[in-house]
């Protein structure tokens, strides 16, 4: 029989893939082992334009970052990271000098270890930032291959920023909120009322359905994210 996997256990799984980015070959098969022996699926880079192809192909619920690359350094992937998803990063290098220490933080990240350090420290951390990052509420919702932040009001399409009018974002919004679940042109309509007011008619729903549909899906001709029932409605792809 086969298991059926719940939304936590998608997202322990998740937060047990660390990625790692460190140039020094020595050191990374040394704290790659350390990482597995704990459980831990480690995707190893060792370059800033590894990184981010591999942050654009994988989820990751840590990030690792050494700051010296080949070409660039930690700072620009933890910036890319904060720009297109909401994982916990360390800091993991031999710049220990407090500028770097100070500048890492005030950009956000959640932790700074420099080398030499011990690898039981090391994995203490990844457990504190994960534990506290777990218990903080989700704040994104996602279609398909869309990722909402809903703090921010800004939308993501494989990690790329998609920009849309304020009604096109609370339009999105009702079809994030109710995936699978079929709603008729009315039910959308007197969602958005509460919004935009009279503005909003059976004609301009049309109209916004045609520019989600443009802006979000692969084939607008053929739509995967918000799909038309016919004689009922609209749903939302899961």
Known sequence: MLKKITSDEKADEQFMNILFVEDD?????????????EGYTVTHCADKKSAVQALKDSEFGLALLDLSLPD???????????????????????????GNTVKGLEMGADDYIAKPFRIRELLARIKTVTRRSKDTPDSFLTISDLRIDTVKAKVYKNNAEIFLSALEYRLLLIFANNKGQILTRRQILESLWDIAGNFVNDNTLTVYMKRLREKLEDDPQEPKIFITVRGLGYKAGE
């Open 25 to 37: 070959s020595m050191i990374a098969s040394g704290l790659i082992y350390a990482l597995q022996s």
């Open 72 to 98: 660039g350094n930690g700072f620009e992937i933890f910036e890319y990271i904060k720009r297109t998803i909401d994982i916990p990063v360390i800091f993991v290098t031999a710049a220990d000098d407090e």
